[in-house]
């Protein structure tokens, strides 16, 4: 078919989706050729991970009009990594997604940041329009999920607003399946509001680790659980040490020796210790082009979007379901915020010593963020120090002497018998403040 | 399409059809059979023969005491011990039946928790999650019946080896097996003593392997009759097929020309009425409706941004004349469908064609291996909401 009429153009294709009106469209949709020039110049997303998805994800994004791209990850890359091209074992696997997609695609801009995300500022994650996550841990979700969120205020009737909201689209993938789910903080479920989807992770019961095993795996198990704290005490153990993992290994032979359990091999020491699910290129690729025509759909409204979760499942068949799921009015995380009442006489560390003990927080170490400015922070030792005086501050002035207004906790918290790093949303309300505040002060600074 | 679909199917040749239009897609699988041995369902019940079991498991059932004094001992009886010897002491007061009514399985539950003699008995939880297996039926699926009694099961010359070994299953089924299978072999974890665990896992391989020489001998005397060398057909691959034979699948595909001068109309009538299919059905019509109006005007509707309403309109009429051709003359399609499609103009977004390609990649990889159960239908991807959906057309 001969496109007679206009000429070739990079952008022939997105055109037809952006310049033109329709009406199964986004509620702010604006077609024109203004729209696919301000995603092109000034749209910025940041892919979080550069693994399968991550990369898949870069690839899509950059070929769907977006020039402006960031991505993280903090580990290298190893030979048993899918996709990679052998020379580059060894090094950061966000520099390389960077340089290789930016190698396809002409005139797209990737800056890639070798780092762990919990190592950015706030700020950093804020300067993004929208946030594509290609994790595979619920760990590292939910600390974006966290951040994100916390950038989320509400109005006086409790409804979020709109330019403080930063969406998200979280992809995940495990074998033959997968899922794509559009979080808009305020609006949709928020990972934690859905974080009963997660069925816990599978244990073996610790006598039959001692006593009865049955298997190979039982046996790896109880050389990496029991034994090694046994032998090795305090050191912890180190997954990706090689001279820990093959400790693992020879205990978990002699064990099954000495039980008549066959089964037990290198590779699998390394899969049950690390928890590994094998990884197939097809459902990734799946999975982030559903992500990234969710960012292309949000960013620029050409599309209704995804209402708001997408399964996926290869193995037998094809099956694939959309399931709207609605938010957690009380959610910890995307909500108003957990309403803490305070005396203006609160001091800064009663204030941190209170928090450990609150039902729902149960957040040890806290460093505290009112809008700008850290209040307190637990590390490093010269911030630490820095900040030490504040300690025995009131709260209410270190925080302008408003009534009330929005703080940013991070600790670690207790979850499900576990510690885990925690950014949480707070409402702080003082009693017995005077109520004629200005209202222009009052929003953090 | 049809005209590369019968000369593929001439020639044997599997195809996957994939299309990226605008927010839409398709993928299709077009084979004239695909058999399936290793099929690795993501469930499966175990092949633990609770309720049927044969005389080696009997007897080593016999040797464990359930009343055994010792505590540790006691809460170590692997559950396929407590359950074939209780589903034995059920059936001997119940004219030789198995628990069959709702009262009756309720009865037996209670019975097997009556023989608990603390609450932190592990073995006895897993026995009554598993009571189910007792009341299970005896015998093979009838899915792997239909596979038995399919026309190709009778062998001839020109039978492909999974035919052969099909055919061995039936006779197997009919003779030593009893209505059942050859034996899975492989038993799930569960709560248990390592010597009784191991004894037991031992004594489920070795029926395994004895079903297997059977099956071994039927196959071979098959390949004799029907003209070829018995060893034709290699060991690993028959012990493969009788881990996997009630786990086996034959998929058929009709010819897309089938599909195109039959249609399924009260299936398409269906869909086009159903609130969750009726988008991606609406896309499968249009996305025909666009080749007629291709074929028409020598160009795809909207691909020019000059005579939108015009190409909107005439779009309208092709998939009504389409949808009248399908036997759908009452079906209505939405007009917001036929304005995007129009809007979309023929454009291949990578991010569809990356999704569609992966779907499509990964059907491949499965009719290649010959693993995994490829997609039953035509998929229609829907990029607007994501309702995509197979259709059985």
């Known amino acids: 078919m001969a496109d007679l009429e206009a000429p070739q153009s990079k952008t022939r294709d997105l055109d037809k989706l952006l310049l033109r009106a329709g009406n199964l469209v986004g509620p702010d949709f604006y077609p024109g050729a203004e729209l696919r020039d301000d995603i092109r110049d000034y749209v910025r997303v940041l892919v979080v991970g550069a693994g399968g998805l991550g990369c898949e994800l870069l690839k899509d994004l950059a070929l769907s009009g977006f020039r402006n791209l960031d991505v993280i990850d903090m580990d290298r890359i190893e030979v048993t990594n899918l996709n990679r091209q ?80 930063k969406p998200m689209v979280d992809g995940g993938t495990e074998g033959f399946k997968g899922h794509a789910r559009v979080i808009v903080p305020g609006v949709t479920p928020c990972f934690e509001c859905t974080i009963w989807l997660f069925p816990p992770q599978v244990k073996f019961p610790l006598c039959t680790l001692a006593e009865t095993p049955r298997n190979a795996a039982h046996c790896i198990e109880y050389a990496h659980l029991i034994k090694w704290p046994e032998v090795h005490g305090g050191k912890s153990f180190d997954p990706d040490e090689p001279e820990h993992m093959k400790w693992v290994y020879d205990e978990a032979i002699k064990r099954a020796e000495l039980f008549g359990i066959p089964g037990v091999t290198y590779s699998l020491t390394q899969g049950v210790v690390k928890n590994i699910i094998p990884a197939i290129a097809s459902t990734n690729a799946i999975i982030s082009a559903a992500c990234a025509l969710e960012t292309l759909k949000i960013v620029s409204g050409c599309s209704k979007t995804l209402a708001n979760y997408l399964t996926y499942n290869g193995g037998e068949g094809l099956h694939t379901k959309v399931t709207e799921f609605v938010r957690d009015q009380d959610c910890l995380v995307c909500g108003p915020g957990i309403l803490i009442e305070l005396d203006t006489s609160i001091t800064l560390q009663k204030f941190i010593d209170m928090l450990e003990e609150h039902p729902k927080l149960l957040l040890s170490k806290a460093s505290v963020k009112h809008g700008k400015d850290s209040l307190y922070m637990q590390a490093p030792p010269v911030l630490e120090e820095m900040h030490r005086p504040n300690l025995s501050k009131p709260l209410y002035d270190l925080m302008g002497r408003v009534q009330k207004d929005t703080v940013h906790v991070f600790g670690t918290a207790l979850k499900n018998e576990e510690k885990q790093s925690s950014l949480t949303k707070l409402r702080v309300v003082f009693k017995g403040a005077d109520g004629v505040t200005d209202m222009d002060t009052a929003i953090g600074a | 399409m049809v005209k590369l679909d019968r000369i593929c199917r001439e020639a044997d040749v599997k195809v996957v059809f994939v299309r990226s239009y605008g927010l839409v897609g398709l993928v299709r699988v077009s084979v004239q ?43 170590h009886i692997p559950y396929v011990v407590i359950l074939v010897k209780m589903a034995d002491e059920w059936t001997k007061s119940h004219s030789g039946n198995l628990p069959s009514t709702r009262e009756e399985k309720k009865e037996f539950k209670d019975f097997v928790k ?21 009341f299970a039926p005896r015998g093979i699926s009838s899915e792997i019946q239909q596979i038995c009694n399919d026309t190709c099961a009778e062998p001839s010359s020109n039978s ?31 709560t248990s003593s390592t010597e009784h665990y191991i004894n037991l896992q031992k004594i489920y391989l070795a029926k395994a392997e004895a079903d297997f020489l059977v099956m071994e001998k039927r196959v071979k005397n098959i390949l004799k009759r029907i003209g070829r ?40 009538q269906k869909c086009l009425a159903d609130e969750d299919y009726s988008g991606a059905m609406g896309f499968y019509v249009l996305l025909r409706a666009v080749d007629r109006f291709t074929a028409n005007y020598n160009k795809f509707p909207g691909q020019f941004d000059g005579g939108m309403d015009e190409d909107i309109s005439r779009l309208k009429t092709t998939a009504l004349s389409l949808l009248a051709d399908l036997g759908c003359n009452g079906s209505v399609l939405p007009d917001d469908l036929i ?38 239908g035509t998929y229609i991807f829907n990029g607007i909401d994501h309702k995509s959906q197979l259709l059985t057309l």
Not at chain 1, 95 to 106: G, Q, Y
Not at chain 2, 126 to 132: C, Q, V
Not at chain 2, 163 to 177: D, H, I, Q, R, T
Request: hydrophobic share 40%; aromatic share 8%; glycine share 4%.
């Open chain 2, 33 to 75: 059979e695909h058999t399936i041995i290793d099929s690795k369902p993501d469930h499966f019940l175990d092949d633990l023969r609770l309720n049927n079991p044969w005389p080696e498991l009997y007897s080593f059932v016999e040797t464990i005491d359930l009343n055994v004094s010792d505590h540790v001992a006691h809460k």
């Open chain 2, 229 to 268: 060398d018995p060893s034709s057909i290699s060991k690993p691959t028959i012990k493969s097929f009788c881990k996997n034979a009630r786990k086996l699948k034959v998929c058929r595909y009709r010819t897309v020309e089938d599909e195109f001068s039959n249609p399924s109309v009260t299936e398409i």
């Open chain 1, 86 to 165: 052998l020379e580059d074992v060894g090094k950061p696997k966000a520099e390389v997604a960077a340089k290789r997609v930016m190698e396809r695609v002409s005139g797209v801009e990737i800056v890639p940041h070798f780092s762990r995300i919990e190592d950015k500022e706030l700020d950093f994650y804020n300067d993004f329009n929208i946030i594509a996550l290609g994790l595979d841990s619920i760990e590292a979700r939910r600390y974006i999920n966290g951040v994100a969120c916390g950038f989320l205020e509400y109005d006086e009737d409790d409804t979020p607003r709109r330019e403080t909201i």
């Open chain 2, 114 to 134: 009556s023989k608990m003699i603390s609450m932190d008995e592990d073995n006895y939880k897993e026995a009554i999650e598993a009571a189910f297996k007792v």
């Open chain 2, 160 to 190: 492909s080896d999974f035919w052969v070994m099909v055919a061995a299953l039936k006779e197997f089924v009919s003779n030593e097996g009893d209505g059942e299978a050859p034996l899975e072999g492989s038993i799930p974890d569960m």
């Open chain 2, 339 to 376: 304005n995007e499609m129009c809007r979309f103009g023929a454009s291949e977004l990578h991010v569809v064609a990356a999704f569609v390609g992966g779907i499509a990649s990964q059907e491949v990889i499965k009719l290649v291996t010959k693993q995994f159960v490829p997609m039953l």
